[in-house]
């Protein structure tokens, strides 16, 4: 909200500059968000009445004139061809500034001496509407009685000089969407007396009536309306509004149409009820009626524009059409015309929901429904439209006919609130006597009778003790809040399981050389593609309503495609290794839930993705299990996974505990690595973080370090291609009971001499009895157990050493 | 027979001073040992030798031997000591040649300043709690006191998935639903991603963290939230920030306010970050609305509390000096190496 000081002025003395006053302002809660100091721009521009005008000898279109400044007389060579001898005209002498930066210095136009510029309106920084009559494209003509001011400065002759303040005004206070507001606002602040120059409209007493000029006004819809005012005027003569008017609309950024509709504009920026003015004889029946529209019906409104509306909107009608879309903007069909005779003010009160709402679905946010919606005062409905026609009578704009339609049927509810001292004090942590918060409630116009606050009609923010709390100390000042600390109970402060195994992990991964990335929850059905996850889990992605663009229209059902794509976008800026992780979630429809109003799934994910020199399956896998070593899960298989189509299906598994799968991990599939046009072979990893948590043990346990010897001995076998190396450790360690300490495979080879399709695994057994030393027969015994099963099952061929 | 082990003595004394190479020093001390070495050679004649002459000869030699071996250990380690010396100056290195690392990664700075606030709130009591990005309307709206047509539900523009569920656009949801789960005292802060319908540019981001604080009991005063919020400045930007107050409207607080502090890049002088004027909007605050207290199950006449909220890109990016939001999502190995 735009507001200027001259105005602000009509309702509270300000004896501090704007700067000032606008940090005073922010600090009781109408935070300033610009300050323009008009007229400040422009320097050294005086008045200067043309003496004389000659052709320029070597130019067509220059002419040099001879200007009387007063006290000296200057040439000045122009292209302009609107002047003539004797016109009175501003002048920028040599040195002088002008809006926008410009800076006008003496030189030669073609060989001719220009001591400054004439100039048109908008290199002034103002336009034709401000000064109708004045011409775009030629140079300000000024009124011949300025010839008196010659040589005096054209900012304080033309008064261009203002301040405004722009306000961000939070939406609990509509009341402050107006300069009566702010004043009460500025008043308050500064510690003056609230003017309050329109005690004679508070006062005004208006008779009803039924009918005024032949029209009458019914409401249908009194659950969307909450009241309508009518007041008319005849004999209205169009006109454009005095310059007064027209000056301060502008300084609060309307533009100025004529007196009727300026009139309009004028009063909701003073009072902040908004107003609409239509001609009456485009009333169909002289009957108007606040109805909720039909489904379907069409209405051009004034921004010739054709909207379509429904049952939820609420329309003014006539006996035929929809003349308006009741708080956003008027129709076309009853637009106020050069030629109107006679003219409706119409002051009403709607539902703000349902102004927003409607607003929302024409797609048109007016300034009378962005004040709508945040719910208007009934009370000042009436105010409003009679000030309107005082202004009406005040300017000459016609002649206002007697009394007014008023409509009222859900009369305004006026707030009471006990002033509980305590509780506020209490509340606010501090020690404000009893007077002195009467007072600065009594200042902001809320009454105080036996301890109870009644809070003034254009204040319906105010229901609690906690608002009343909020008014008083944001005068009293929030600066003066002292700091303390809560006096209350010791709580523990500790991070829980999960957050604890979360941390543990992205340590380990940080230490092991993983950079960690943030990613978007969105990707696209093409992301989703371009991964090939498979269409089960497409299925169960959860699809924004109003997304920004295709690219964010889901929630991921997985985290792959968002590593890829950082994969992808690494590799695109030949960045030579990518090492990273992620901790997010991933967000399943698994049954419907979000159809059915339920949250859905979403799980913690562990994601990883590498690329580069020094990586490959089985970094990947050591880096796994120094994760799932550190979080304390110690009992789980690694078991080959071909199905997955995101991974390559010969180098991909999947970490089980029990038949629980809780990671999948592989090399990323070459044709979802062509899709990302990553060039070099990708690893991936997706863990299930709230499925370790799980798993995680809680404590570790110690082991007592071992006091006998340990046997080592080596075994060397060939066997099939197929057989996975993670048979034979499980035979191994099957066989080997509980003498078996640990199991090392050093050796894997091929070569002509084992044949195709074979291969030579070596592994470097270490036993140990903790209550004695092992004696040879008993490894013996072991090892040709160990042996026989992997002859039996395996079809394995021990390889003598 | 005296004048001839002087005489071996004086000898083997010689030998030894001369001996300059540890390899010949054993040998020697070899020869010395031996059977056939000259002193055993002498005792082995000391049959012919007068009872009265035998333990003086005896003694002597075994004084001069007694001497002989400890000028030998002397040599011996005067040996080593010299060739120990003459192998470390061969062993001399270029201390200042790359050293042999394993290459660390890097927490990303969102992680590094949440974590860096909730070591702070942990160490006041507070927990951490955690709740649905995908959330129901009931608790990111009409639970906080923000009804259906409650203008605030415009201006904070909302991804929907349906009707009811959406986006979740502040991480205050999260308080609601621990308000309905715990009896008071309650401490908490919450972390997490939140949404809204900002497009892509340098300062906005349609996902972003958001770090929200909740306390709820009895007496708890607006002084504590200043109190509460200067001490976390002040351990989070550094001893010397000071924190202002500026009334402010929230729906799910009253009353209300945003909390500024002076600029932690240029001390409240003044810079490019604080825009020249030595503050820096860090949050949005307040005493817990009544409503939202009653919409928890929480009597409002027994208990108060206060909440806050901050964004994290916003600290991150003044903190790291990063000035465009999008390198934080775009997860540049460049970028992320440096944290």
């Given at each position: 909200?735009?507001?200027?000081?001259?105005?602000?002025?009509?309702?509270?003395?300000?004896?501090?500059?704007?700067?000032?006053?606008?940090?005073?302002?922010?600090?009781?809660?109408?935070?300033?968000?610009?300050?323009?100091?008009?007229?400040?721009?422009?320097?050294?521009v005086?008045?200067?009445?043309?003496?004389?005008?000659?052709?320029?000898?070597?130019?067509?279109?220059?002419?040099?004139?001879?200007?009387?400044?007063g006290?000296?007389?200057?040439?000045?060579?122009?292209?302009?061809?609107?002047?003539?001898?004797?016109?009175i005209?501003p002048?920028?002498?040599?040195?002088?500034?002008l809006?926008?930066?410009?800076?006008?210095?003496?030189?030669?136009?073609?060989?001719?001496e220009?001591?400054?510029?004439?100039?048109?309106?908008?290199?002034?920084?103002?336009?034709?509407?401000d000064?109708?009559?004045?011409?775009?494209?030629?140079?300000?003509?000024?009124?011949?009685?300025?010839?008196?001011?010659?040589?005096?400065?054209?900012?304080?002759?033309l008064?261009l000089?203002?301040?405004?303040?722009?306000?961000?005004?939070?939406?609990?206070?509509?009341?402050?969407?107006?300069?009566?507001?702010?004043?009460?606002?500025?008043?308050?602040?500064?510690?003056?007396?609230?003017?309050?120059?329109?005690?004679?409209?508070?006062?005004?007493?208006?008779?009803?009536?039924?009918?005024?000029?032949?029209?009458?006004?019914?409401i249908?819809?009194?659950d969307?309306?909450?009241?309508?005012?009518?007041?008319?005027?005849?004999?209205?003569?169009?006109?454009?509004s005095?310059?007064?008017?027209?000056?301060?609309?502008?300084?609060?950024?309307?533009?100025?149409?004529?007196n009727?509709?300026?009139?309009?504009?004028?009063?909701?920026?003073?009072?902040g009820?908004?107003?609409?003015?239509?001609?009456?004889?485009?009333i169909?029946?002289?009957?108007i009626?606040?109805?909720?529209?039909?489904?379907?019906?069409?209405?051009?409104?004034?921004?010739?524009?054709?909207?379509?509306?429904?049952?939820?909107?609420?329309?003014?009608a006539?006996?035929?059409?929809?003349?308006?879309?009741?708080?956003?903007?008027?129709?076309?069909?009853?637009?106020?015309?050069?030629?109107?005779?006679?003219?409706?003010?119409?002051?009403?009160?709607?539902?703000?929901?349902?102004?927003?709402?409607?607003?929302?679905?024409?797609?048109?946010?007016?300034?009378?429904?962005?004040?709508?919606?945040?719910?208007?005062?009934?009370?000042?409905?009436?105010?409003?439209?009679?000030?309107?026609?005082?202004?009406?009578?005040?300017?000459?704009?016609?002649?206002?006919?007697?009394?007014?339609?008023?409509?009222?049927?859900?009369k305004?509810?006026?707030?009471?609130?006990?002033?509980?001292?305590?509780?506020?004090?209490?509340?606010?942590?501090?020690?404000?006597?009893?007077?002195?918060?009467?007072?600065?409630?009594?200042?902001?116009?809320?009454?105080?009778?036996?301890?109870?606050?009644?809070?003034?009609?254009?204040?319906?923010?105010?229901?609690?003790?906690?608002?009343?709390?909020?008014?008083?100390?944001r005068?009293?000042?929030?600066?003066?809040?002292?700091?303390?600390?809560?006096?209350?109970?010791?709580?523990?402060?500790?991070?829980?399981?999960?957050?604890?195994?979360?941390?543990?992990?992205k340590?380990?991964?940080?230490?092991?050389?993983?950079?960690?990335?943030?990613?978007?929850?969105?990707?696209?059905?093409?992301?989703?593609?371009?991964?090939?996850?498979?269409?089960?889990?497409?299925k169960?992605?959860?699809?924004?309503?109003?997304?920004?663009?295709?690219?964010?229209?889901?929630?991921?059902?997985?985290?792959?495609?968002?590593?890829?794509?950082?994969?992808?976008?690494?590799?695109?800026?030949?960045?030579?290794?990518?090492?990273?992780?992620?901790?997010s979630?991933?967000?399943?429809?698994?049954?419907?839930?979000?159809?059915?109003?339920?949250?859905?799934?979403?799980?913690?994910?562990?994601?990883?993705?590498?690329?580069?020199?020094?990586?490959?399956?089985?970094?990947?896998?050591?880096?796994?299990?120094?994760?799932?070593?550190?979080?304390?899960?110690?009992?789980?298989?690694?078991?080959?996974?071909?199905?997955?189509?995101?991974?390559?299906?010969?180098?991909?598994?999947?970490?089980?505990?029990g038949?629980?799968?809780?990671?999948?991990?592989?090399?990323?599939?070459?044709?979802?690595?062509?899709?990302?046009?990553?060039?070099?072979?990708?690893?991936?990893?997706?863990?299930?973080?709230?499925?370790?948590?799980?798993?995680?043990?809680?404590?570790?346990?110690?082991?007592?370090?071992?006091k006998?010897?340990?046997?080592?001995?080596?075994?060397?076998?060939?066997?099939?291609?197929?057989?996975?190396?993670?048979?034979?450790?499980?035979?191994?360690?099957?066989?080997?009971?509980?003498?078996?300490?640990?199991?090392?495979l050093?050796?894997?080879?091929?070569?002509?001499?084992?044949?195709?399709?074979?291969?030579?695994?070596?592994?470097?057994?270490?036993?140990?009895?903790?209550n004695?030393?092992?004696?040879?027969?008993?490894?013996?015994?072991?090892?040709?157990?160990?042996?026989?099963?992997?002859?039996?099952?395996?079809?394995?061929?021990?390889?003598?050493? | 027979?005296?004048?001839?082990?002087?005489?071996?003595e004086?000898?083997?004394?010689?030998?030894?001073?001369?001996?300059?190479?540890?390899?010949?020093?054993?040998?020697?001390?070899?020869?010395n040992?031996?059977?056939?070495?000259?002193?055993?050679?002498?005792?082995?004649?000391?049959?012919k030798?007068?009872?009265?002459?035998?333990?003086?000869?005896?003694?002597?030699?075994?004084?001069?031997?007694?001497?002989?071996?400890?000028?030998?250990?002397?040599?011996?380690?005067?040996?080593?000591?010299?060739?120990?010396?003459k192998?470390l100056?061969?062993?001399?290195?270029?201390?200042?040649?790359?050293?042999?690392?394993?290459?660390?990664?890097?927490?990303?700075?969102?992680?590094?300043?949440?974590?860096?606030?909730?070591?702070?709130?942990?160490?006041?009591?507070?927990?951490?709690?955690?709740g649905?990005?995908?959330?129901?309307?009931?608790?990111?709206?009409?639970?906080?006191?923000?009804?259906?047509?409650?203008?605030a539900?415009?201006?904070?523009d909302?991804?929907?998935?349906?009707?009811?569920?959406?986006?979740?656009?502040?991480?205050?949801?999260?308080?609601?639903r621990?308000?309905?789960?715990?009896k008071?005292?309650?401490?908490?802060?919450?972390?997490?991603?939140?949404?809204?319908s900002?497009?892509?540019?340098?300062?906005?981001?349609?996902?972003?963290?958001?770090?929200?604080?909740?306390?709820?009991?009895?007496?708890?005063?607006?002084t504590?939230?200043?109190?509460?919020?200067?001490?976390?400045?002040?351990?989070?930007?550094?001893?010397?920030?000071?924190?202002?107050?500026?009334?402010?409207?929230?729906?799910?607080?009253?009353?209300?306010?945003?909390?500024?502090?002076?600029?932690?890049?240029?001390?409240?002088?003044?810079?490019r970050v604080?825009?020249?004027?030595g503050?820096i909007?860090?949050?949005?605050?307040?005493?817990?609305?009544?409503?939202?207290?009653?919409?928890?199950?929480?009597?409002?006449e027994?208990?108060?509390?206060?909440a806050?909220?901050?964004?994290?890109e916003?600290?991150?990016m003044?903190?790291?000096?990063?000035?465009?939001?999008?390198?934080?999502?775009?997860?540049?190995?460049?970028?992320?190496?440096q944290?």
């Amino acid at each position: 909200m735009k507001a200027s000081i001259e105005w602000l002025e009509e309702y509270s003395d300000i004896d501090v500059d704007s700067v000032k006053l606008g940090d005073i302002l922010t600090m009781t809660g109408s935070k300033v968000e610009t300050i323009e100091q008009k007229g400040n721009d422009i320097k050294n521009v005086v008045v200067g009445k043309i003496l004389e005008i000659k052709k320029h000898e070597d130019s067509d279109h220059l002419v040099v004139t001879q200007v009387d400044l007063g006290n000296e007389k200057v040439q000045i060579v122009t292209g302009a061809d609107n002047i003539k001898e004797g016109d009175i005209v501003p002048i920028a002498k040599d040195g002088s500034e002008l809006p926008g930066g410009v800076k006008i210095k003496k030189g030669l136009l073609r060989g001719k001496e220009s001591c400054g510029m004439i100039f048109s309106v908008g290199e002034l920084g103002l336009t034709v509407t401000d000064y109708p009559g004045q011409i775009e494209n030629g140079i300000m003509i000024l009124d011949k009685s300025l010839e008196k001011e010659l040589g005096k400065d054209i900012v304080e002759v033309l008064n261009l000089k203002e301040d405004i303040i722009d306000f961000e005004i939070t939406p609990n206070r509509p009341d402050c969407l107006s300069i009566e507001g702010l004043g009460r606002e500025v008043a308050v602040s500064l510690g003056k007396e609230f003017k309050n120059p329109r005690k004679n409209i508070d006062e005004m007493k208006v008779e009803d009536k039924k009918e005024i000029e032949g029209l009458r006004v019914d409401i249908t819809a009194p659950d969307l309306c909450y009241r309508y005012i009518a007041r008319v005027v005849k004999n209205v003569k169009i006109a454009p509004s005095p310059e007064w008017m027209r000056r301060r609309l502008k300084a609060c950024g309307v533009r100025s149409i004529n007196n009727i509709v300026d009139i309009t504009n004028y009063v909701m920026l003073e009072m902040g009820q908004p107003m609409h003015a239509f001609d009456i004889n485009s009333i169909e029946g002289k009957h108007i009626t606040v109805r909720r529209a039909k489904n379907g019906e069409k209405i051009t409104t004034l921004d010739e524009q054709e909207r379509e509306l429904d049952e939820n909107n609420l329309v003014i009608a006539d006996e035929k059409k929809a003349v308006a879309i009741a708080g956003v903007m008027g129709g076309l069909n009853s637009e106020i015309e050069n030629d109107t005779q006679t003219v409706v003010f119409e002051s009403a009160v709607f539902y703000g929901g349902s102004v927003r709402k409607t607003a929302k679905k024409v797609g048109l946010r007016t300034e009378a429904s962005s004040r709508f919606e945040k719910g208007l005062s009934s009370e000042n409905a009436l105010r409003a439209v009679n000030r309107a026609v005082e202004l009406v009578e005040l300017i000459g704009a016609g002649e206002v006919v007697e009394g007014k339609i008023d409509v009222y049927p859900t009369k305004q509810k006026i707030n009471k609130i006990k002033l509980d001292v305590d509780k506020i004090n209490n509340l606010l942590g501090t020690n404000i006597e009893k007077q002195d918060m009467i007072n600065i409630l009594e200042q902001l116009d809320i009454k105080v009778e036996n301890d109870i606050a009644i809070a003034p009609y254009f204040r319906m923010d105010l229901e609690f003790v906690a608002d009343l709390a909020e008014e008083i100390l944001r005068i009293y000042g929030y600066d003066k809040l002292e700091t303390t600390l809560i006096k209350a109970d010791t709580t523990l402060g500790i991070r829980n399981k999960e957050q604890k195994i979360e941390k543990a992990i992205k340590e380990v991964l940080v230490n092991s050389g993983l950079s960690e990335i943030y990613t978007y929850g969105f990707v696209s059905e093409k992301d989703l593609e371009k991964s090939k996850i498979n269409e089960e889990l497409i299925k169960k992605s959860i699809t924004i309503m109003n997304p920004l663009s295709d690219e964010y229209k889901l929630m991921r059902p997985t985290t792959v495609p968002s590593m890829m794509q950082t994969l992808a976008i690494n590799a695109n800026k030949k960045n030579q290794n990518a090492k990273l992780f992620d901790v997010s979630r991933n967000y399943r429809n698994i049954n419907n839930e979000v159809q059915n109003g339920e949250v859905p799934l979403q799980e913690n994910i562990l994601t990883i993705g590498m690329y580069g020199d020094d990586v490959d399956f089985y970094t990947l896998k050591g880096l796994m299990e120094n994760v799932l070593e550190t979080v304390n899960v110690n009992r789980y298989d690694v078991v080959k996974e071909t199905k997955n189509e995101s991974y390559h299906p010969g180098r991909c598994a999947n970490i089980k505990v029990g038949t629980d799968v809780i990671a999948t991990l592989g090399e990323v599939h070459p044709e979802v690595l062509m899709n990302y046009d990553i060039p070099k072979r990708a690893y991936l990893l997706e863990a299930n973080i709230t499925k370790i948590v799980k798993y995680s043990k809680a404590n570790k346990k110690y082991v007592e370090v071992p006091k006998f010897p340990a046997v080592e001995r080596d075994i060397a076998m060939i066997v099939d291609e197929s057989v996975e190396v993670g048979q034979i450790e499980k035979i191994i360690t099957k066989k080997s009971k509980k003498l078996l300490e640990s199991v090392k495979l050093f050796d894997i080879y091929r070569d002509d001499k084992i044949g195709e399709g074979k291969k030579s695994v070596a592994y470097s057994l270490i036993f140990r009895d903790k209550n004695k030393t092992l004696s040879d027969d008993e490894i013996n015994t072991i090892m040709n157990n160990v042996i026989t099963e992997l002859e039996k099952n395996l079809g394995a061929e021990l390889r003598k050493a | 027979m005296k004048e001839e082990i002087l005489k071996i003595e004086e000898a083997s004394q010689n030998s030894i001073k001369e001996c300059e190479d540890i390899k010949l020093l054993n040998e020697l001390k070899v020869k010395n040992k031996k059977k056939k070495g000259e002193l055993t050679a002498v005792l082995r004649t000391m049959g012919k030798l007068s009872p009265e002459e035998r333990p003086v000869i005896g003694s002597l030699v075994n004084q001069v031997r007694d001497k002989l071996t400890l000028l030998f250990e002397q040599k011996e380690k005067e040996l080593q000591k010299k060739e120990l010396l003459k192998k470390l100056e061969t062993e001399n290195i270029d201390v200042t040649e790359p050293s042999k690392k394993i290459t660390l990664g890097s927490l990303h700075p969102i992680t590094q300043i949440i974590n860096e606030v909730e070591e702070i709130f942990l160490g006041m009591g507070y927990e951490i709690a955690d709740g649905p990005e995908v959330e129901k309307a009931i608790y990111n709206f009409d639970k906080l006191n923000t009804p259906p047509d409650h203008p605030a539900r415009d201006i904070q523009d909302t991804f929907y998935i349906t009707e009811d569920i959406l986006l979740r656009s502040q991480t205050s949801p999260v308080q609601a639903r621990v308000m309905e789960n715990q009896k008071p005292p309650i401490k908490i802060i919450c972390p997490g991603a939140v949404y809204r319908s900002d497009s892509v540019d340098a300062t906005h981001s349609p996902v972003f963290h958001q770090v929200e604080g909740l306390v709820v009991d009895k007496d708890i005063s607006m002084t504590d939230l200043k109190g509460t919020l200067e001490m976390f400045a002040k351990k989070c930007l550094g001893e010397n920030t000071k924190i202002r107050f500026r009334p402010h409207h929230f729906p799910f607080t009253e009353p209300s306010a945003e909390a500024d502090v002076s600029c932690f890049v240029c001390g409240g002088k003044g810079c490019r970050v604080c825009k020249g004027e030595g503050w820096i909007e860090l949050l949005g605050c307040g005493m817990v609305h009544p409503n939202v207290l009653k919409n928890c199950g929480i009597d409002p006449e027994e208990y108060s509390g206060f909440a806050f909220g901050f964004g994290v890109e916003r600290i991150a990016m003044a903190k790291f000096g990063i000035e465009d939001m999008r390198l934080l999502f775009e997860n540049d190995v460049r970028f992320l190496k440096q944290f």
